[in-house]
């Protein structure tokens, strides 16, 4: 389960994504190992994510 802190990272990134810079969002998902939440984007697949459990986005 995402962190809040997470979440409001993913809040602040999709709507940059999706409205701002108009790129799709293709995957979202939690790494297991790290705990992060990571993000696939773009039109070519190419924009990688991935925030922290303290919010940190990378």
Not at 25 to 45: P, Q, S, V
């Amino acid at each position: 389960m995402p962190t809040s802190a997470q979440l409001q990272g993913l809040f602040r990134i999709g709507y940059y994504l999706t409205f701002l810079t108009l790129q799709p969002i293709y995957l979202m998902c939690i790494d297991k190992r790290t705990g992060n939440l990571f993000i696939l984007a773009g039109h070519e697949e190419d924009i990688q994510v991935e925030i922290t459990p303290d919010g940190e986005v990378f």
